[in-house]
């Protein structure tokens, strides 16, 4: 399901918990998207979330890697902790969801604090730190990706993989 954010309140309790936040090069399982039905080559890494200072949103970030000759599309993305996840892309102070990101050719595609990033609405559970999320991500052209993404304390700042 696909929503616009509603109210300034919502907005700006978002953007708190991004700005709060950094993005980080932790660990997370690197899987390839399928090539037989593209010639992009997908991979995951430095995936995490920070512990959600909300009880029913958090956000995500990560970088998805195309070693491959064609570009795709990340289009959507399921978790079994939140109702709805909805890829958001940021341009200078706003951010606005879409249905898809780009993901170039023998490029990435970066997830993260104050850029492009995932928001996980209607959180089932707000989940700890120390604790693995997992999550599908979609794309136009690769098969999907189940992703476990590590929760770290909400201040976490990485220090390098983004």
Known sequence: ???????????????????VTGCGSSG??????????SDAKLSVRAAYMPQPVSDSMAAGFLVLANDGTTADELT??????AQDVTVHETTGQSMQEVAALKIPAGGELVL??????????????????GETVSLRLNFTKSGAITVEMPVRSATYQPTSGH
């Open 112 to 129: 993260k604090s104050g850029g492009d990033h995932l928001m996980f609405e209607n959180l089932k559970r707000k989940p700890k730190e």
């Open 76 to 81: 959507s993305v399921t978790s079994d902790i």
């Open 1 to 19: 399901m696909r929503r616009r954010l509603a109210g300034p309140a919502l907005v700006t309790a978002t953007a708190t918990a991004l700005v």
């Open 28 to 37: 997370s399982s690197d899987s390839s998207g399928s090539s037989s039905a």
